[in-house]
């Protein structure tokens, strides 16, 4: 699996995915993280399962996983009470 990094400004986006020959029958193998912090975030889930669109069968998803840094004042943790479901505040 490639390893994919992008910088840009204050955000590093760290992930890797693996190939559509390769799917799962849930989503318990997609992980995301924010500042070292294992989430839940709607936005980055679909971002990846877009780039599937047309090329997994239906029902099936992708194994991955995406690493986001940015400032901690761009991100509200506060928005589920243990903390794994966050807002980017932009």
């Known amino acids: 699996i490639p390893l ?3 910088t ?3 955000i590093t986006i760290i992930g890797a995915i693996t190939h559509h020959q390769y799917f799962r029958y849930d989503r318990n193998s997609i992980f995301l993280f924010v500042n070292n912090r294992w989430v839940k975030n709607k936005e980055l889930s679909n971002a ?11 029902g099936r998803f992708p194994a991955g996983f995406i690493l986001v840094t940015v400032d ?3 991100v509200d ?12 505040v932009h």
């Open 4 to 6: 994919i990094k992008h």
């Open 48 to 58: 990846m399962l877009n780039g599937y669109l047309n090329v997994l069968p239906a």
């Open 8 to 10: 840009q400004k204050d």
């Open 72 to 74: 901690p004042h761009e």
């Open 77 to 88: 943790i506060n928005t589920h009470p243990r903390k794994e479901e966050v807002v980017f």
